[in-house]
């Protein structure tokens, strides 16, 4: 009888090589990749799991927001009244009629003064005499702005004066002039005598004290008068000046308090 072949022990065969997947090396890449997305996955769940309060906050947000943009790009039939990003342009047809707010921003500010300006007695006497000739139309409350400086500049371009829209002294003397509807050049001395201007009797002191006046202001630099003792507009006017730089009752007259309060400026310097 022949032999018989000797058969290999357990010890002694080969491992039986591993079927390759079908599709080779591509086939493999896939398996790999999906693999990999599953185990993301899993991954992904475990930590939304972990915290649930706040993925579900962030998903709500994500969800409100996309339906507020989607409303505001591609559901408006118009334009919004106050959109947050301008997307499409408005033109007058296009928008929406407000009667109200239209109204509001059509109608012109009225025009005034400047409230943080400190209010002065000239420029209150000024406004008051302005008011009654129609050149001032806003409140009479001697500040100066917009209101005083048009009112100014109108009288002075009626009147052929320079125009400088500044509220001093000799622009007062014009002023009351134009009310009196007399012709007094505002450079001369104080030598005119205002129609209906007191006597010397009248002014507690007669002539001498407004002698003493009109020199005291002169010395003090408030005006260049002559000291004639007539009390003439530039005069009055020169007064009210120094009046209102002293803060005393703006009145324009001669009287023994002006006199000690130049005769006390005088003493001091």
């Known amino acids: 009888m022949p032999a018989r072949k000797p058969t290999p022990s357990a010890k002694t065969r080969k491992p039986a090589a591993r079927r390759k997947p079908r599709g ?18 899993m991954t992904g769940a475990r930590i939304v799991a972990a915290r649930p309060a706040l993925f579900g906050g962030i998903a709500v947000f994500s969800i409100s927001a996309g339906l507020v943009a989607d409303n ?16 499409r ?13 239209t109204a509001e921003k059509s109608a012109p500010r009225p025009i005034g003064n400047d409230p943080r300006i400190v209010a002065f007695p000239l420029v209150r006497e000024v406004q008051a005499l302005l008011a009654e000739q129609g050149y001032y139309k806003a409140e009479v409350d001697g500040r100066a702005g917009q209101a005083t400086d048009m009112a100014i500049r109108a009288f002075q371009t009626e009147r052929g ?4 829209g500044m509220a001093t002294p ?7 002039a134009a009310g009196h509807a007399e012709e007094i050049d ?40 002559k000291p004639d003792g007539i009390l003439g507009e530039r005069t009055k006017a020169a007064i009210r000046t120094f009046q209102a730089l002293e803060s005393l009752d703006v009145t324009g007259e001669p009287s023994q308090e002006v006199l000690d309060r130049l005769r006390s400026l005088s003493a001091a310097n």
């Open 161 to 164: 004066l320079r125009v400088d």
């Open 72 to 87: 505001a790009l591609n559901r408006q039939a118009g334009p919004h009244r106050h959109p947050m990003l301008v997307t």
């Open 24 to 41: 080779g090396l591509a086939g493999t890449i896939a398996l790999g990749i999906l693999r990999a997305s599953l185990a993301g996955l």
């Open 186 to 225: 505002p450079t001369q001395v104080a030598s005119l005598e205002a129609a209906g201007t007191a006597s010397d009797a009248s002014v507690g002191g007669g002539s001498d004290l407004v002698r003493q006046i009109q020199a005291g202001l002169a010395d003090a630099r408030v005006a260049d008068l």
């Open 89 to 101: 342009d408005v033109s007058p047809a296009a928008a929406p009629a407000s009667g109200v707010r």
């Open 170 to 176: 000799l622009l007062l003397t014009q002023i009351r």
